[in-house]
Nanobody, 124 residues
Framework: QVQLVESGGGLAQAGGSLRLSCAAS????????MGWFRQAPGKEREFVAA????????NYADSVKGRFAISRDAAKNTMYLQMNSLKPEDTAVYYC?????????????????WGQGTQVTVSS
């Protein structure tokens, strides 16, 4: 069982930066692949980025590639999403998720545990 809590959301101007954190509780954080997803009003939840249990494999959605960076710190049981060059279309509720380690994945159905989400709003 893994409990996930996101933080770091807020309001940013276009071109600015934010860093999201996802704190995980439980003894086996390092055995889970992790991911970030987002959901804008009226839209389906979409994949943003994923990282393998070891941190050695990282995948990104095309819309954020080159602007966002996913990372994890096993000692702190925490995953991060560094978001740079933010755009108004990045506005959404951002969720972190965890799945049994079989390789990072982009499908929401592949994840077993979810956080409650943190709002990110980017003004133009």
């Amino acid at each position: 069982q893994v409990q996930l809590v996101e933080s770091g959301g807020g309001l940013a101007q276009a071109g600015g930066s934010l860093r999201l954190s996802c704190a995980a509780s439980g003894r086996t954080f390092s055995s889970y692949d992790m991911g970030w997803f987002r959901q804008a009003p009226g839209k389906e939840r979409e994949f943003v980025a994923a990282i393998s249990w070891s941190g050695g494999v990282r995948n990104y959605a095309d819309s954020v590639k080159g602007r966002f960076a996913i990372s994890r710190d096993a000692a702190k049981n925490t995953m991060y999403l560094q978001m740079n060059s933010l755009k108004p279309e990045d506005t959404a509720v951002y969720y972190c998720a965890a799945k049994t380690a079989r390789g990072p994945a982009a499908g929401t159905w592949e994840y077993d545990y979810w956080g409650q989400g943190t709002q990110v709003t980017v003004s133009s």
